[in-house]
């Protein structure tokens, strides 16, 4: 008791608190022996069970298919757009040489070219047209005629 009147008189009363919080929780060990148990098997619950997962199968593969089907319709967008593209691409291109092709085939430009490589004026009955049509009911007969190169030296 001497050493509690110590420990009493060296705390002041001011600030001295209780010992005792509440009631104090005890566990107790107990092993548990479950090896006696045996499960009883349900036939009905496992047949339940088994409609259970074919059912969630079967909308798990419901709703792939869709999902498989919304993303490979959004990829043939993508895949349509970059086709526009190209196609419009193409489509100003081929205008372009079109115009090209055009400004080449100039009379005006080529006879002004002929004449700066003193070229002359054919002469009548020197050209022969290849692109007029014929009929081709009636038959063609094939002539001779002398061609002569000219040379631009």
């Not at 969630?56 to 919304?70: K, T």
């Not at 193409?90 to 070229?119: H, T």
């Amino acid at each position: 008791m001497s050493a509690a009147a110590a420990i009493n008189s060296a705390v002041p009363s001011s600030r001295r608190k209780s010992c005792w919080l509440g009631t104090p929780e005890i566990y107790f060990r107990k092993t548990i022996d479950n090896s006696r148990l045996v499960k009883v098997e349900d036939p009905r619950r496992a047949r339940e069970m088994k409609y259970f997962g074919i059912a969630l199968c079967c909308l798990f593969l419901l709703v792939m298919g869709y999902a498989l089907q919304h993303f490979r319709a959004i990829e043939y967008g993508y895949q349509i757009e970059s086709l526009r593209g190209q196609r419009d691409g193409l489509l100003e291109m081929n205008r372009a040489l079109r115009l090209e092709e055009a400004s080449l085939r100039d009379p005006e430009r080529i006879d002004v070219m002929a004449r700066k490589l003193g070229m002359q004026s054919p002469q009548p009955g020197q050209v022969m047209r290849l692109d007029v049509s014929t009929d081709v009911s009636t038959p063609v007969m094939a002539s001779v005629t002398p061609i002569s190169v000219v040379s631009a030296r």
